[in-house]
């Protein structure tokens, strides 16, 4: 039977903490974050309309979603908090939320508003399960496959939940690409002050935060992508995903190496 060393005199938490699978939640954090919801924006779009192979909206979709699942899989199968590994899944998460979104309004005709209401309650459904479950929504608690499993769904949910709210406002409201973020980004200080100063609690500040990232990034990725005439800057979705994807690799290239070296595994 394999075990994981600890060293003499860890405690019980310390041991929790060991085996997270969950990033520590610092500024390095929510900046990757971020970028990695921009590149669900900015790389759904490129892959669904910028390759030229005439793929489609649906089989991008089904593509991606796959390449998900086996993201998914390794990151199940580490034993702790490997970065390359997660953010990896976290990018993929973003663009099929972004894809599951776009799916049922550009394909199926879903309204916006319908969207907007059905992951709002699939992610409250998954925070109820979860909660009913496991007596916790902590993300510092996320050291067992069950918990694993409803973290990745509240985070696929919040996606999916994020593009539909920015896509609302920013599109279909016309309030435009650049207010948008700007909207995003005050709730998000509201959020921070409220943790801060009003008593709302860590793991009800975090998950409303990670839902409002993902409007901010997409509106983010909105602004320089689209065309000047549509209230963007008309760098283009390539572009944009390209400056992204090598921001996040170099942020977790740094995370890696800075990384505190795990205790090695014995048998």
Known sequence: ?????????????????????????TLAFWVIKVLCTTVGETFADFLADGLGLGLGLTVTSVVMAALLVVALVVQFRTRAYVP???????VLISVVGTLLTDTLTDSLGVSLWVSTAVFAVALAVVFVVWH??????????VTTPRRESFYWAAVLMT????????????EQLALG??????????????VALAHRFAGVGSVLAFWAAYVLTRPLGASVG??????VADGGLGLGSTVTSVVFLVAIAALVVVLTERRPARPALRV
């Open 84 to 90: 390359v590994v997660y953010w990896l899944a976290v």
């Open 132 to 141: 009913r479950v496991e007596d916790t929504l902590s993300i510092h608690e």
């Open 222 to 227: 909105d602004f320089l992508s689209q065309p």
């Open 1 to 25: 039977m394999t075990t994981r060393a600890v060293p003499t005199g860890t405690t019980t938490l310390d041991r929790g903490a060991l085996l997270s699978k969950v990033p520590e939640i």
């Open 177 to 190: 690409y650049l207010p948008s973020a700007l909207l995003f980004a005050a709730a998000i200080g509201v």
């Open 159 to 170: 996606f999916a939940l994020g593009t539909a709210v920015g896509d609302l406002l920013g």
